[in-house]
């Protein structure tokens, strides 16, 4: 499945900015999907993910209660919406798909299709 990221800029401490990530195939219902961001020079960490349906989903502890992940099958895409973002949160911000029950969700290596990221900047 082909992936684009979208929805990245540059906002002060404590704004919102909503991430989506589309894709035009057909089995987009077919894949669990997240969230990951790697800051300069500093490694990609796990972020977000959802279920194939939508009704579960899983954070890291640093987004936690800011972040939202969320999905439209209809619509062929996953969101990602940060509240109260912080200069720490600033990061190129990567959706990818992964099959169910392939591995652990956390693990971007279990991910098997990556958009081509979006950066997200936050000012201080």
């Known amino acids: 499945v082909q992936l684009q990221a979208s929805g990245g800029g540059l906002v002060q401490t404590g704004r919102s900015l909503r991430l989506s990530c589309t894709t035009s195939?057909?089995?987009?219902?077919?894949?669990?999907m997240g969230w990951f961001r790697q800051a300069p020079g500093k490694q990609r960490e796990f972020v977000a993910a959802?279920?194939?349906?939508?009704?579960?989903?899983n954070y890291a502890d640093s987004v936690k209660g800011r972040f939202t992940i969320s999905r439209d099958n209809a619509k062929n895409t996953v969101y990602l919406q940060m509240n109260s973002l912080k200069p720490e949160d600033t990061a190129v911000y990567y959706c990818?798909?992964?099959?169910?029950?392939?591995?652990?969700?956390?693990?971007?290596?279990?991910?098997?299709?990556w958009g081509q990221g979006t950066q997200v900047t936050v000012s201080s």
């Open positions: 195939g057909r089995t987009f219902s077919s894949y669990a």
């Open positions: 959802i279920n194939r349906s939508g009704g579960s989903t």
């Open positions: 990818a798909a992964r099959r169910p029950n392939v591995g652990t969700l956390y693990d971007g290596r279990n991910y098997e299709s």
